[in-house]
């Protein structure tokens, strides 16, 4: 038998383990997907907003490939703790493929980017998705002006979850917390900044269309700014997705203050979306918190880039979200390339000193770089596994022995089983159920393995 540890149980992980498992070449090939949450899906669960309901059902999908035979879910399960490192899990497995992502937040390195009331977008992402290591988080929400820095998808997010009414979210898995927060917020005012133009942004036409369907909430961008960027005023060139947002964005800006007044009374919140601005400061006190944000006005430089004009406009807001990227973090016994946040690989096969370390692999975010969708995972974990199937008649010269359950325990684990997340699953359900909603997501860690141990003894 040739066991294989898969270690995340996000897309790029549960798609390396498919792609392993749909092979023939290798036909007694067991798949073992570790993941350090007792739940498995990745950003799937913790990172796609709880009212994209047709994103999240992409778990259905995963969930048919992590409950194929020879593909086997082992959660809560901390590889780089003590006890096991790489040396370790070669010990057990054949082969091991890290599909970890990228974890840590991408830094402005701006001044008073620590304030109080100033937070990495993916810490308020985490919250209001119940990811248990934000248990103990909370965030006011009695500002009246929040700021969100960045234009990509993650802050679209961040943008819509805090102009959209609480009483529109309780359809969803949203925990109460969070969802308690959003009923008593004061936000009135949402700011979306980004450091170029609008033929750069990165979020996607049907994430940005769907600020423009929040009920009681306007969207505001201005077109003097939008004209700034040179493919806004022609955008035929552009591909296909930044010609249709540079078309949202028009019919928006072509709107007068006529017919916004005719449309009704003022809406409880505004969403502006602003450009061409640059974060520079953050202003405040440690005593009272940010308080403004210092932006310096850019223009296309001509080569893709912008470059500062010296002008500067401050933004009042009293919460900020910075959401500017990911970087991928060092993983245990692996090399690491700080310039670009990935291990170094080839066709998947980790590299050390420009030669492949036998057994040894990536996939998705750590292994190319926080780019792509979803659906990007797909080839990458692909060439992953091929680059380990060729390898698999030497990898399996190496008799295993001792089952891999036993192993994770003996080494101080306490793996939690396709059946305890059953267990999770049925217990967010009932949870659901007597708060009169639908299933509502468990928020910490002690709840999660305790509906984990007791789902995993019934069934």
């Known amino acids: 038998m040739f066991r294989v540890a898969v270690i995340g149980s996000g897309p790029s992980g549960v798609y390396t383990a498919q792609s392993l498992v749909q092979q023939e070449t290798v036909p007694d090939i067991e798949v073992y997907v570790l993941d350090r949450l007792p739940c498995p899906y990745g950003l799937v669960r913790y990172g796609v907003a709880p009212d994209h309901e047709k994103i999240k059902s992409l778990q259905n999908n995963l969930r048919t490939v992590l409950e194929h035979p020879r593909v086997h879910f082992l959660g809560n399960v901390e590889v780089g703790a003590p006890g096991l490192g790489l040396k370790e899990l070669r010990e057990i497995f054949h082969a091991v493929v890290f599909c970890v992502g990228a974890a840590a937040d991408r830094q402005l390195g701006i001044p008073g980017e620590d304030l109080p009331g100033s937070h990495p977008a993916t810490g308020f992402v985490s919250w209001y998705s119940a990811h248990p290591d934000a248990a103990a988080t909370r965030f006011s929400l009695a500002a009246r002006s929040a700021i969100v820095i960045g234009v990509g998808n993650v802050a679209v997010d961040v943008a819509r979850i805090l102009s959209r009414g609480a009483a ?16 008593d917020s004061r936000v009135e005012d949402v700011w979306m900044v980004g450091r170029r133009g ?19 909430t306007e969207v505001l961008v201005r077109p003097k700014e939008l004209a700034l960027d040179p493919a806004y005023r022609e955008p035929g060139d552009l591909p296909a997705v930044r010609r249709r947002n540079i078309e949202v964005l028009r019919g928006w ?6 017919e916004r007044a005719l449309a009704g009374a003022t809406p409880p919140r505004r969403l502006h979306l602003r450009f061409f601005l640059r974060p520079v400061a953050m202003i ?14 850019t223009v296309p430089d001509g080569l893709g ?7 500067y406009e401050d933004i009042q807001g009293q919460l900020v979200l910075r959401s500017v990227g990911y970087r991928g973090t060092p993983q245990p016994g692996l090399p690491f390339d700080e310039a670009t946040g990935t291990v170094p690989h080839r066709a ?6 420009d030669a492949a370390h036998p057994g040894v692999y990536v996939a998705g975010w ?3 770089g926080p780019t792509g969708v979803i659906g990007t995972n797909r080839p990458c974990a692909k060439e ?10 030497a990898l399996a010269e190496r008799t295993l022995t001792e089952d891999p359950v036993s192993a994770l325990i003996r080494a101080g684990q306490q793996p939690v089983p396709w059946t305890g997340w059953l267990g999770i699953e049925a217990a967010e359900a009932a949870w659901g159920r007597r708060l009169g909603r639908g299933t509502v997501k468990l928020p910490d860690w002690a709840g999660l393995l305790e509906a984990a141990r007791t789902g995993a003894e019934v069934v």
């Open 284 to 297: 405040g006190d440690a005593a009272t918190g940010v308080r403004a944000v210092r932006f310096e006005r």
């Open 384 to 393: 992953t596994a091929a680059s380990l199937l060729d390898d698999a008649a």
């Open 348 to 353: 998947g096969r980790v590299l050390r000193n």
């Open 198 to 216: 609008p033929s750069q942004a990165k979020f996607t036409t049907k994430e940005l269309r769907e600020l423009g369907s929040l009920p009681g």
């Open 366 to 368: 750590i292994k190319r």
């Open 168 to 183: 529109q979210l309780t359809t969803t898995d949203m925990p109460q917390g969070p969802l308690g927060a959003l009923a």
């Open 253 to 258: 800006a072509e709107r007068d203050g006529t």
């Open 305 to 311: 880039g912008v470059t500062g004009t010296g002008e």
